[in-house]
């Protein structure tokens, strides 16, 4: 019988559970480019000011533990860009190649939709030859996810004494008409 895996809203009492799964990012991998986990406080403050923010946090529950997490906030803060977000995902690494990541992205995508908001991007760590701290399955992943490859940050990134590339990655998931004001635009 296959687990049953739910998506609801974080809050900021699943912090600890949420921090969890990303220190082994953080320890480990160069999937993160932090060097020091947070403190449970700094993570608190970070899921409150997404939501807060009025931006999706999610987490997937299986067998009743979070399993996984994605969340989206600004793509930059500037009022041109408002239509635009940023996102991220963390999966447990028990978790990783069950639909669960999918399962994720596909909830917030319909959130943004109908906050309004017509392009996501991911800010991906890629290795220039994998190694044992970072692959190419996150880009992989997004690719499979509808996403394309925008642009290359050569070696912009070091952990673990080695320089990793960033690249950014965009889907487009609304219409870009005219019909949309904001800011006293058109007046």
């Known amino acids: 019988m296959k687990e049953q895996i739910s998506i609801r809203s974080a809050t900021v009492a699943d912090a600890a559970e949420i921090l969890e799964i990303y220190r082994y990012y953080v320890e480990h991998t160069a999937i993160s480019f932090e060097y020091d986990v947070p403190t449970l406080e ?12 009025g ?10 533990e ?10 930059i803060r500037r009022a041109a860009y408002d239509w635009s977000a940023e996102l991220t995902i963390y999966l447990r690494t028990d978790c990783k190649k069950q639909g669960i990541g999918r399962m994720l992205y596909e909830e917030m995508e319909r959130l943004l939709q109908k906050k309004g908001i017509r392009n996501l991007y991911a800010c991906i760590g890629l290795p220039e030859v994998e190694d044992e701290y970072l692959n190419k399955n996150s880009a992989q992943f997004h690719e499979h996810m509808g996403f394309s490859l925008v642009g290359v940050f050569h070696k912009c990134g ?7 590339h960033m690249v950014w990655m965009e889907k487009l998931i609304g ?6 004001y ?5 007046e």
């Not at 700094?42 to 923010?53: K, M, V, Y």
């Not at 070091?158 to 990793?164: A, G, L, S």
């Not at 904001?182 to 058109?186: A, M, P, R, T």
């Open 66 to 75: 979070i399993c996984g997490y994605s969340y989206a906030g600004p793509f």
């Open 182 to 186: 904001s800011y006293g635009e058109n």
């Open 175 to 180: 219409e870009h008409g005219e019909e949309v």
């Open 55 to 64: 931006f999706p946090y999610l987490v997937a529950v299986k067998d009743g």
């Open 158 to 164: 070091r952990k673990f004494n080695r320089w990793y």
């Open 42 to 53: 700094e993570f608190e403050r970070r899921i409150a000011t997404t939501l807060d923010g």
